[in-house]
């Protein structure tokens, strides 16, 4: 990868980090859009009491000197505005040992697993009896670096006109077909705090989540990802580990509570025959064009120049009010989940992180494409090669 990136943080902790390598130099870096990016990820309806507390602004440490990246690393950093009630039991730094400190930290630690949640494989895997230690790194808190990496992905992939959205279409049992095209009803979108486009489907989500809500339980539902304007090409079909849709799977796949992704018409394609399945291509005025987009935009791990269409499936949360069976992992002995501030629902924000991780995914592939050591450079190349494929 060229574009790369590590996060650290935990979610009590100080706060979440980022490092970007690979940053062409000259890109325009707005700290405004990166934050309203953060703020389109802590939305929806049913989010939990995290979304009170914390307010997230990025801070930009290295790698940007007067709002323009340098070619260098770029260092993000967003506080955790709940730190101050988490110093003592999440200190770096070993804590005298007075009666209030102990108790402070006995008072966070974690033996109760919740299924569905990496704690008992963790805990098993790197040795801890206290669950908090994998429960502050593998909480959904950290997809907020995420977002902001993808916000600085995103405005690369601005300077090619390159642009994404992302709509909710399931929540339970309330669903919708994907409208023809989502373009048209961003600002609708964008409005809605479930990230839908239907009146009557939004009320219907909302008594879903209520209902879960009720019941002390979670919800999941179904997303939907699309980016216009991509060049044909990004992507390559030599290798496996370069298939364009083969990245976006696995950077979609790694957000929490994600279990399923599809490209194009999916799992349709199941029961689809071939002479339906298949994007046929025509020219008109001297220009290949398809009426179809079942491929979702990619064919043999490229792009194909035709919208790239993601659409996901995220699960139930696994932290919930009315806990289930399990057990003490210091113990061995059979108990209730543990309860942790939660959400009912995330599926909107979830949408967020989708969009951030994709966009990460295409900047990269802009990026082994054309040159990228400063982004003047890029886009002449990017120019030179419109033009030649223009010609064929």
């Not at 260092?75 to 009666?99: F, G, Y």
């Not at 339970?172 to 705090?193: R, V």
Request: charged letters at 30%.
């Amino acid at each position: 990868m060229i574009f790369r990136f590590l996060t650290s943080g935990e979610s009590h902790g100080k706060c979440l980090n980022a490092i970007i390598e690979g940053v062409p130099s000259g890109v325009k870096l707005d700290i405004e859009f990166l934050n309203k990016e953060l703020a389109r990820r802590q939305i929806g309806y049913g989010r939990g009491g995290r979304m009170q507390v914390e307010n997230d602004r990025v801070q930009i440490l290295s790698g940007v000197r007067h709002g323009i990246s340098t070619g260098a690393p770029i260092a993000l950093m967003i506080e955790n505005k709940d730190w101050d009630n988490w110093q003592i039991p999440m200190s770096v730094l070993p804590v005298e040992q007075t009666e209030e400190n102990i108790k402070l930290i006995n008072d966070k630690k974690i033996k109760n697993v919740r299924p569905g949640h990496a704690d008992y494989a963790g805990a098993l895997k790197y040795n801890h009896t206290d669950i908090r230690n994998i429960l502050e790194r593998s909480s959904a808190r950290e997809t907020a670096s995420r977002v902001a990496v993808g916000a600085v992905a995103k405005t690369i992939l601005k300077d090619f006109d390159i642009e994404g959205l992302s709509c909710v279409t399931q929540i339970g049992e309330a669903k919708a077909d994907l409208p023809s095209d989502i373009f048209e009803l961003k600002e609708k979108i964008e409005s809605s705090d479930l990230r839908t486009f239907d009146d009557a489907l939004y009320e219907n989500m909302k008594k879903e989540i209520d209902k879960a809500k009720e019941n002390g339980d979670t919800l999941g539902g179904k997303f939907t990802v699309v980016f216009k304007n991509l060049p044909v090409g990004l992507g390559s079909f030599v290798h496996w580990d370069r298939k364009l849709d083969g990245l976006i799977a696995q950077a979609v796949m790694s957000i929490p509570a994600v279990k399923s992704v599809e490209i194009g018409i999916g799992s349709k394609a199941a029961q689809t025959l071939g002479h339906d399945m298949h994007d046929e291509i025509y020219i008109e005025n001297g220009k290949y064009i398809r009426k179809t987009n079942n491929s979702g935009g990619i064919e043999g791990g490229m792009t194909n120049g035709e919208d790239i269409i993601v659409s996901a499936v995220m699960k139930a949360i696994p932290t919930m009010k009315k806990p289930l069976n399990s057990v003490a992992i210091d113990k061995k002995e059979s108990v209730q989940a543990h309860f942790e501030r939660s959400d009912t629902c995330a599926v909107a924000a979830c949408s967020v992180v989708a969009e951030a991780m994709i966009a990460i995914v295409l900047a990269d592939a802009m990026m082994e494409k054309f040159s990228h050591d400063s982004i003047s450079e890029m886009k002449s190349d990017y120019e030179n090669y419109l033009k030649r494929i223009a010609e064929r």
